[in-house]
């Protein structure tokens, strides 16, 4: 499970700890461990995922659409097509900055929820059931609930005028600029419970006793907290963040219900772009906007992973 | 070691003085914090699908003249095509759930085990699919070119491959830490690696595939992209309906009718999790054996 104590790339037993050889390593494991139980499993793996994925590689070049029925070479034309009415750009640029900021939020709001409720009290256990609700719900269902509450005769402006006593009117979902970090706020919303969780079980991962030694040796709860407890969350962290940015670069249902892509295609995620494009009947542009996605998280991927994995072995 | 996750008697460490009033406010700070952020949208859900249409046309905060939430939830069932949907979801979610499951744990278990080069890159290629995205359109073509088009077998492989990673993951986490001395307790009693998996492995890895059961029936249930792709429009799924259906003119101006299924919808999840919440929870934050 999700300890926080895994993370996406070593597994923890390959951390060269010691005892792990056990027993004739390679030799005797034809017999013990057969390699034909893997197989079931990464046929469905080849079939389902990698050979797709290899397709978009060669479709992306192509001219498939639901216009014609022959598929054609070619060449860069969908890209080209992409990059010069600036949809490449703007749905890529849209995409990581949703994405970036969903990792802030969803972590912010997270760890601020574990710390908040770490203490085991009735109303704390009462608490983390609650905020594990938007987490069990459909995403497209929380899209829905946000539109209807933001919307500019919605409840959220309701309430204001309530409380500040002068009508508000915002257009909560009408702004090219803000619209975007609304979105992102309302997908960190839907999955801060999990994020809570992990945080959670990360915190109770550190013996009491390390808390305890430094407060001994005079330190305030406050740098206890900070330059103890929390470089040992490392783990969680990175389990945390690499989720959820890299999940959320594939993300549509939240946005697609919201906004649809809008206002001005502000919003407009790579996923809805290929889900639009791919209702047009256009499969090569939505396919090489596919492999543009695929591509990004790839590139991301690495990189964010060993980063926050590097900050893990300092600690 | 057993770590119990939730509900673990914790050693009391005195309270210094600076810390009691952060102490007694804390309790005020979490009921101040819960109203707003999670009761607010709740509350909206409940009170609009108890409206009439009339009264649902802007939705707001203010509870029905006349509660009709089974009325709504009636129509909805009857007009939206429920029990089709529905039958439609478990179709696709149970068979996806236990071929993942089984087909995971199996190569987990040879994964978790071997060493080498070979193994390592086996590994990495099996969860690879956690992070990176599944190609969604090429994927419909590679269905029509295997006859799977629409269908629920071909939604049934594609959820396999995209959540086989996840289960893997979880799973060759799990099994490292199982003692290979139990394993060779029952192979010097005779037991070929079939009966080894059956009767030792599979029967300690109950917590994690309680965990991944949840999680994996999370992400199927509510899953609306992929199922617009594969079996849009030839086999309905809850999501996939109320998509659909909030998209297409009819339940415009219907706020009520589509909080009444966004209810009917998550019921399921819902009644599960109140029912297993402490095993689930304890699962998920990896309480249950170290």
């Known amino acids: 499970m999700p300890t926080g104590q895994e993370t996406l790339t070593r597994p923890p037993a390959a951390r060269g700890a010691p005892g792990r050889r056990q027993g004739p390593a390679g030799a005797g494991r034809g017999r013990t461990h057969p390699m034909w139980f893997l197989a ?145 706020a309302i997908h960190a919303w839907k999955w801060m419970g999990l994020s809570m969780l992990i945080y959670l079980a990360g915190l109770k991962t550190i013996p009491e006793d390390v808390t305890e030694a430094a407060r001994i040796d005079g330190a ?96 | 070691m057993t770590v119990p996750a939730f509900g673990a008697v914790r050693r009391r460490v005195p309270p210094s003085r600076s810390r009691g009033l952060a102490a007694r406010l804390r309790p005020i700070a979490v009921v101040a914090l819960v109203v707003p952020v999670m009761g607010v949208p709740l509350w909206l859900i409940v009170v609009t699908a108890g409206k009439s249409q009339g009264e649902a046309l802007s939705p707001d905060l203010s509870p029905p003249a006349r509660w009709r939430l089974g009325e709504n939830l009636a129509q909805v069932w009857q007009q939206g095509e429920v029990p089709a949907a529905f039958l439609g979801s478990l179709l696709v979610v149970v068979p996806s759930v236990a071929l993942v499951l089984t087909l995971g744990s199996m190569a987990s278990w040879i994964l978790a085990r071997r060493t080498g080069r070979l193994n390592a890159v086996l590994y990495a290629l099996a969860i690879s699919g956690i992070v990176l995205p599944p190609a969604v359109v090429t994927i419909v073509l590679l269905l029509r070119q295997l006859g799977l088009a629409g269908s629920a077998a071909g939604m049934i492989g594609v959820y396999a491959g995209i959540y086989l990673s996840t289960v893997i993951f979880f799973v060759t986490g799990f099994i490292r830490t199982v003692p290979l001395s139990l394993e060779e307790a029952a192979r010097m009693d005779g037991a070929g690696p079939v009966r080894v998996f059956v009767s030792v492995i599979l029967p300690l890895l109950r917590p994690v595939l309680a965990t991944a059961t949840i999680l994996i029936c999370l992400y199927v249930w509510n899953d609306v992209f992929y199922a617009f792709f594969v079996v849009g429009g030839r086999l309905d799924t809850l999501p996939l309906n109320l998509f659909q259906v909030a998209n297409a003119g009819l339940y415009l101006n219907n706020w009520h009718l589509i909080f009444a299924y966004i209810i009917l919808m998550s019921l399921p999840l819902l009644a599960v999790f109140a029912v297993a919440q402490r095993r689930i929870i304890s699962g998920i934050t990896g309480g249950a054996v170290k």
Request: hydrophobic content about 55%; glycine content about 6%; aromatic content about 14%.
């Open chain 1, 220 to 315: 305030s709860p406050w740098q206890a907290f900070w330059s103890v407890r929390f470089p040992l969350l490392a783990p969680a962290v990175t389990f945390n963040v690499a989720t959820a940015l890299l999940g959320s670069m594939n993300g549509f249902d939240i946005v697609q219900a919201l906004t649809g892509g809008g206002p001005a295609r502000s919003t407009e995620i790579l996923n809805i772009f290929i889900y639009r494009t791919f209702g047009q009947g256009l499969f090569a542009q939505a396919t090489a906007m596919s492999l543009v996605l695929f591509l990004m998280v790839a590139l991301l991927a690495f990189p964010v992973i060993r980063v926050l994995r590097k900050r893990e072995d300092i600690t």
């Open chain 1, 40 to 184: 079931p499993a990464f046929a469905l793996l080849f079939v389902f995922f990698f050979l797709p994925t290899l397709f978009n590689f060669v479709y992306a070049f192509t001219d498939w659409s639901s216009f014609k029925s022959d598929i054609r070479p070619a060449g860069f034309d969908n890209f080209g097509f992409l990059l010069s009415d600036g949809t490449l750009v703007a749905s890529l640029r849209v995409t990581v900055v949703y994405a970036a900021l969903v990792a802030l939020f969803q972590n912010l709001f997270g760890f601020g929820l574990a710390v908040l409720l770490e203490k085991d009290t009735w109303l704390n256990r009462t608490a983390r059931l609650i905020f594990l609700i938007p987490v069990l719900m459909s995403a497209l269902a929380v899209g829905y609930v946000f539109q209807a509450l933001l919307k500019p005769d919605g409840s959220l402006n309701d309430l204001l005028s309530a409380v500040t006593g002068q009508p508000v009117t915002v257009a909560w979902l009408g702004s090219t600029t803000w619209t975007l970090v609304l979105a992102a």
